[in-house]
């Protein structure tokens, strides 16, 4: 029985690399697109809720997304483990960040420059969509790129407000969740 809940339908097709990453990018988008807006909605005062909060909000998110990303690593299809070795990856750059974030925070004593980290984790979806753009020489991705690496300077000017929060989850939804969905739907090309 235990076997049965945790094995993968093998009747279905194997999913393009593209609609496996797609998967992944809507995962992304969707999770932390909402904390960021939870986040906003806490520290603008629109939601009547302690701060507090947040620090039970952030830990579900991310456990959430690694529980789906570690299950989708025992996957039968290539494809989709591979996507998440890719997701994994960009998962640790974000967790790298924060920690550097968190180092020159502790060296100059001074925790607002964790507050970047919302601009730095947009340049790095923008560092991974140029990657995406120069491997798969689509002009659509060198678009969301430079429209990450904006979306990342827009939000460092809005550093220790809570706009920041609503910005950078709107920007995940417009360069993650959505562009999943099209690769999902194999409209990419």
């Known amino acids: 029985m235990t076997a049965a809940a945790v094995s993968f339908p093998t009747t279905s097709p194997e999913p393009s690399l593209s609609a496996a990453v797609g998967r992944f990018l809507v995962l992304?988008?969707?999770?932390?697109?909402?904390?960021?807006?939870?986040?906003?909605?806490?520290?603008?005062?629109?939601?009547?809720?302690?701060?507090?909060?947040?620090?039970?909000?952030?830990?579900?998110?991310?456990?959430?997304?690694?529980?789906?990303?570690?299950?989708?690593?025992?996957?039968?299809?290539?494809?989709?483990?591979?996507?998440?070795?890719?997701?994994?990856?960009?998962?640790?750059?974000?967790?790298?960040?924060?920690?550097?974030l968190l180092g020159l925070s502790i060296v100059l004593k001074d925790w607002t420059i964790m507050r970047a980290m919302s601009a730095v984790g947009m340049a790095l979806y923008g560092v991974a969509w140029i990657i995406a753009a120069v491997r798969t020489r689509t002009l659509w991705t060198a678009g969301l790129a430079v429209g990450c690496l904006g979306a990342s300077a827009a939000i460092s000017l809005l550093l220790g407000t809570p706009a920041q929060y609503l910005a950078y989850g709107l920007s995940l939804f417009a360069f993650a969740l959505t562009p999943g969905l099209i690769l999902m739907s194999g409209r990419d090309r």
Request: glycine letters at 10%.
């Open 28 to 100: 992304a988008g969707a999770v932390f697109g909402t904390a960021n807006l939870f986040q906003f909605g806490v520290l603008s005062g629109l939601l009547h809720l302690h701060p507090a909060v947040l620090s039970l909000s952030w830990p579900l998110a991310v456990a959430g997304f690694l529980t789906v990303l570690f299950r989708l690593r025992r996957s039968p299809f290539a494809t989709v483990r591979r996507a998440a070795a890719w997701s994994r990856f960009t998962l640790a750059g974000q967790i790298g960040g924060a920690l550097v």
